[in-house]
């Protein structure tokens, strides 16, 4: 199984490679010490992950090729624009003829999308930024995995199924050993280039503990890895860089300060956003954004929360629903509908940066049945599949019936590469430079 089409080198200047792909040519960040021209190598999230053997490479892309093509078209096809737009209003006409040349869209015009509630007009609106998508990323769709390693936490987020203040959950830590094990068998079993290690703020895993984690599972595979344990501090930023990780996934949840404060009553935006910050300085890659549907928010927040992660230089943007849980103090307030889900993600790609990627989250997918193909023909190009071992992740229980959670590793796989091939996508991340 492969989530990636090894690319030939064809041009290093410093630690910059440019990388061929049947002809397209992108760039990465190499880090490997011995890259030499018309290498062939794997790619992910704009960097060099691992060298590989041309015989191999040839195999790989001879199996790839005619597929790689048949993709491209099935997508194409699928994302044309149509020009008619009959029964449209004037001004949405114009905002979305605007949006699909990328010339600026006003606020105002981005709260008339996010506001729009007909049907057919919604149709148009995810027409669009499936459009932009696919004119400015073409069909390939990156396909992460994720380690959710403890669902112990010392926050309490008021949201949050694994608050600290949940006392009917029953906790699970991984052990370091069993955290390595499960990212080996992602990576070499199932063809995973890129794990996210996810937790709550479990202060049983210091910053050394994860920096042992990362280096051991980087030692024993080639992979990017991203981490998300919520906010290390800058030095320990700092040392997780240097143990390895180039990625961090950390929403700021929302940039209103206000609905910040009520719903993390121990934390203040703007260390979240301070984090995010020194993140990127470090070089890290970004994954932000915001939950969708929290109580009191309005368009504008969400507008809000879409500038703030593009301002965030994030190279995937991360928007998911609000979902209650029965053991935090909102479970009364109501989640959004899969139609402002919808639209979040569809305005997301046409105010967001134009090479991010975004992903449909889990918590869509438990929002809705057919989130996956709904969220990728509305602007989205990434999904996150879970490969928690199973008898953990049943109780990383952040909100109820989470999709995939019973769900066997392979299981998910299937499903997702069926649902790829169906639109065109190919499960790939050709990668490009950041920063
Ligand atoms: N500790 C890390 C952090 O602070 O980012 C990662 C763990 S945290 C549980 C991961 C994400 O779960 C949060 O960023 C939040 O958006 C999401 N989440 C938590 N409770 C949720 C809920 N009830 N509905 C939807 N998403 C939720």
């Not at 993709?71 to 699928?78: N, S």
């Not at 927040?301 to 879409?306: C, E, G, H, S, V």
């Not at 994030?314 to 928007?319: K, L, S, V």
């Not at 928690?388 to 019936?401: A, M």
Request: with cysteine; glycine share 6%; hydrophobic share 40%.
């Amino acid at each position: 199984m492969c989530y990636a089409i090894p690319g030939k080198v064809i041009e290093i200047s410093d630690k910059i490679v440019t990388v061929d792909y049947f002809g397209e040519k992108k760039k990465a960040i190499n880090e490997l010490s011995n890259l030499k021209m018309g290498d062939y190598i794997y790619a992910q999230g704009g960097y060099v992950i691992k060298n590989i053997a041309e015989d191999e490479a040839l195999a790989i892309l001879s199996t790839w090729k005619e597929t790689f093509f048949e993709l491209q078209e099935l997508d194409l096809r699928l994302s044309r624009m149509d020009s008619k737009k009959q029964g449209i209003d004037k001004k949405l006409a114009l905002i979305l003829d605007k949006s699909a040349e990328d010339l600026p869209v006003k606020d105002s015009e981005l709260l008339y999308l996010l506001s729009l509630k007909k049907q057919h007009e919604l149709e148009l609106l995810f027409k669009v930024s499936n459009f932009l998508r696919q004119k400015h990323l073409g069909n390939s769709c990156c396909v992460h995995g994720i380690i959710e390693f403890s669902n112990y936490c010392s926050q309490d987020c008021q949201y949050c199924g694994i608050s600290t203040n949940n006392k009917s959950l029953s906790r699970f830590r991984m052990s370091q050993d069993e955290i390595i094990d499960a990212a080996y068998l992602a990576v070499e079993k199932h063809g995973f280039k890129a794990l996210v290690l996810q937790s709550g703020e479990d202060p049983a895993f210091s910053v050394k503990d994860l920096c042992k984690i990362i280096a051991e599972i980087k030692k024993r595979s080639p992979v990017l890895i991203f981490i998300s344990s919520g906010e290390v501090g800058f030095t320990g930023l700092a040392r997780l860089y240097q143990a390895g990780a180039r990625g961090i996934l950390m929403r700021f949840e929302t940039s209103n300060p206000r609905i910040y404060k009520e719903l993390h009553p121990k934390r203040d935006l703007e260390s979240r956003i301070a984090h995010l910050k020194e993140a990127y300085k470090l070089g890290y890659l970004i994954i932000t954004g915001g939950l969708i549907g929290l109580p009191g928010q309005t368009n504008e927040d969400i507008l809000a929360d879409i500038k703030l992660t593009r301002e965030l230089n994030a190279e995937m943007y991360t928007f998911g629903p609000f979902l209650p849980h029965p053991e935090t103090p909102l479970v009364k307030s109501p989640p959004p509908s899969v139609e402002a889900v919808l639209k979040t993600l569809a305005v997301c790609r046409i105010a967001g940066d134009k090479e991010a990627k975004i992903v449909v989250t889990t918590g869509f997918e438990t929002l809705a049945n057919r989130a996956r193909e709904q969220g990728l023909i509305a602007g989205a190009n990434s999904v996150m599949l879970n490969v928690t071992p199973e008898k953990f992740s049943k109780n990383y229980c952040i909100y109820p019936n989470r999709a995939h959670s019973k769900e066997a590793i392979q299981k998910q796989i299937d499903a997702t590469l069926k649902i790829l091939r169906n639109l065109g996508r190919a499960p790939t991340d050709l990668g490009i430079t950041h920063g």
